[in-house]
């Protein structure tokens, strides 16, 4: 069996709102109203979902849930339908988008949002609802779970959580970086001294400098990349500028050493992708600009640098890098599923199972 992208669209959208319910935004406004929320990250980018949702024949719906005043929140939802099962996959990344700055009451807001998905794609659409919510501070992390149990839903006992190093930016640059290993915080100023350029920013063209990088990494370590360095050299000019990428190229002579990708979205920054070639582990280059990201998002008013994930076991030298950077280890809350019933989620995982064994075969096992 395979998924597809039919599914009937969220009820269109009226004058007004009542507290809870579900409308569909259109991308202009949803750029407007995500901004506004403190855990807005590049997963909820519309463009980026839209990109991503092509990739396996989906459907991106960008909906809003009103409160009483105004958006409760948003949600970008990823919906495959299963032909012939009369069920599929509603799937929330990096959401619902709840917390806004200096305000107490996104708990409130993240049941009001909960439960408007609930009735649309699980008691309407009769989907399989997945939801996995944009790691925050401990206390956050912890309150998400409660509302998800509370609201029926349960941890995907299949589904590997997303665990992290979080960097804490919320103090003086001067404490960040007492705050890393000696032996990184020595690595990092001997880069200082190697007479390395760096070019950054958001010009899509810098990425014409990254790709290599990037290719030359996974030929060498010859590893599957779901997400690469073509995927967000597509995705950069389809951003509009608040939203794109920083990217940053380190330079010795003229010749490219080091690369970073990331992301610079409501109060935290996620590094989604670096690289590194001969002279730019000769210099220590990726050390320089790890530390230009955290210089850009603490500038951008950032509370946390969130690593990108770490898998001590699949990859211990990564997962050192990071964790002498002087984060916590931290893992986000769930993944979540609220399902229609028995028969209907069995037969989405039946699904996701046959997905995953053809995109072994053709990666070669390299996954």
Request: with cysteine; glycine share 8%.
């Amino acid at each position: 069996m395979t998924l597809t992208s039919e599914s009937p669209a969220p009820a269109a959208a009226g004058p007004a709102r009542a507290r809870g319910e579900l409308r569909p935004a259109r991308r202009e406004e949803w750029i407007a109203l995500a901004a506004a929320f403190a855990d807005h990250n590049y997963r909820h980018c519309w463009d980026y979902a839209e990109m991503l949702a092509a990739r396996s024949d989906a459907a991106a719906e960008h909906v809003v849930v009103a409160g009483d005043a105004g958006a409760a929140g948003l949600a970008s939802v990823r919906v495959k339908r299963l032909p012939g099962a009369g069920t599929g996959i509603a799937y929330v990344a990096g959401g619902p988008l709840v917390r806004r700055r200096g305000d107490e009451r996104a708990r409130e807001r993240l049941e009001t949002v909960l439960a408007a998905l609930r009735r649309e794609y699980v008691d309407r659409r009769r989907l399989v609802l997945r939801v996995a919510p944009a790691i925050g501070e401990e206390p956050w992390n912890a309150a998400q779970d409660e509302c998800l149990l509370a609201a029926g839903f349960r941890p995907g006992a299949h589904l590997r959580p997303y665990r992290t190093m979080m960097v804490d930016l919320d103090r003086p640059l001067a404490d960040v970086r007492a705050g890393l290993a000696k032996k990184w915080r020595n690595l990092l100023s001997n880069a200082e001294r190697r007479d390395l350029d760096v070019a950054a920013g958001t010009q899509p063209d810098l990425f014409e400098d990254f790709a290599p990088l990037f290719d030359e990494l996974v030929a060498r370590k010859a590893f599957a990349v779901d997400l690469g360095a073509d995927f967000y050299a597509a995705l950069q000019p389809r951003l509009p500028d608040s939203e794109r990428l920083l990217v940053a190229i380190a330079s010795h002579d003229g010749r490219p050493a080091a690369g970073v990708v990331a992301s610079i979205h409501g109060d935290t920054a996620v590094y989604l992708l670096g690289a590194s070639n001969d002279l730019g582990r000769d210099t220590n280059a990726a050390y320089l600009l790890q530390w230009h990201v955290i210089e850009a998002a603490a500038a951008r008013g950032c509370r946390w640098y969130d690593l990108g994930g770490i898998d001590p076991v699949a990859n211990p030298g990564v997962h050192r890098f990071k964790e002498r950077m002087g984060g916590a280890d931290t893992v986000a809350p769930g993944p979540y599923e609220l399902a229609p019933g028995r028969m209907r989620r069995a037969a989405v995982h039946a699904a996701e199972r046959a997905f995953r064994v053809a995109a072994t075969r053709r990666s070669g096992g390299r996954r």
